[in-house]
């Protein structure tokens, strides 16, 4: 029992050590760019294909299109759990919130 113990603290260590030389990595990443980088005019202007076009006939999707499409294919999922699970006790949120996390670490350290 005390080997296990061993390993899933190893394992556990080894991940925030990982996390830490990613966030690492990251920050230097994003230090890096802004440096090089400059904001300029022509940079922010828009441009498609060879051509400039003013920023009036520009536009991209709205992040909203894709939340409506996520809420309509799980709606009856999502008022399914609503329904049976909500109780509006944060304790309640907090103890699914944990088994949800311990599902998680289970199913990445059996896969």
């Excluded at 005019?41 to 520009?58: D, H, L, M, N």
Aim: charged share 15%; aromatic share 10%; glycine share 4%.
């Amino acid at each position: 029992m005390l080997l296990l113990l061993m390993r899933v603290l190893e394992a556990a260590f080894v991940m925030i050590v990982v996390l830490l030389i990613l966030l690492a990595i990251y920050g230097f990443s994003i230090k890096v760019t802004k440096s090089i980088s400059r904001a300029s005019r022509e940079k922010r202007a828009p441009f498609v294909c060879g051509e400039s076009i003013p920023p009036s006939k520009t536009s991209l999707p709205d992040m909203g299109m894709y939340a409506i499409v996520w809420r309509r294919v799980f709606k009856s999922l999502y008022t399914t759990l609503r329904d049976k699970l909500h109780t509006g006790v944060l304790s309640d949120w907090l103890t699914w919130m944990f088994i949800f996390m311990v599902v998680i670490i289970i199913v990445l350290v059996v896969v």
